[in-house]
Every structure is written in C-alpha cells, then in structure tokens.
C-alpha cells in the first residue's frame, strides 16, 4: 500500500475502533436501539470508506502495474482478484 494511503487508512481504523468500543459502551449502558443502530450505520460507512480507499490505491498500482507489464496472464489475475471481492461484497 502507497504510504499517503496507508497513513491515512490507520487514521481512519483508529477512529473506527473508538466507535466500536463507543458502540459497546452503548450496549452496556443498555442505550436506546435507533441510536445503536445509528451508530452501526456510521461504523459502516465507515468502513466503506475504508475500503474504498484501499481498493483506489490497488487499482493506481497493482492493477495498474500489471496492466503496463503487458503480462497478459498477470492481468488477469488482477481482473479475477477484483471481480472475486466484488463478488464477495455483494456489490
């Protein structure tokens, strides 16, 4: 991973973590549900984000790298990686 994206990758896990371990003082404290939920919902976007952002750096240089080595076959590994985790995603 390129070290901007890796550096900000860790910022945004960190704040995830304190949001999950927010999320499991929610539930202790026996917090009200739509605000739990609530608060998942923001988990998992953030996560998304995440993931987005792993996924850009992939493609700006493994995908892209395998592409410029005209190395038909490590393309298509890259295209198969890629569809496999879409596929995984539901997306």
């Known amino acids: 991973m390129h070290g901007d994206t ?3 990758v860790e910022k945004r896990l960190n704040r995830i973590e304190g949001q999950v371990r927010g999320l499991s003082k929610m539930i202790a ?3 009200y ?3 739990v939920i609530t608060q998942i919902a923001a988990v998992q976007a953030a996560l998304r984000k995440v993931e987005e952002e792993v996924l850009k750096d992939h493609v700006a240089h493994c995908v892209e790298a395998a592409i410029a080595s005209g190395d038909a076959d490590e393309q298509r590994r890259k295209v198969a990686e890629l569809m496999e985790v879409f596929g995984r995603s539901g997306r």
Request: hydrophobic content about 10%; proline content about 0%.
């Open 6 to 8: 890796r550096r900000s």
């Open 29 to 31: 404290e026996d917090r």
């Open 33 to 35: 549900c739509i605000d």
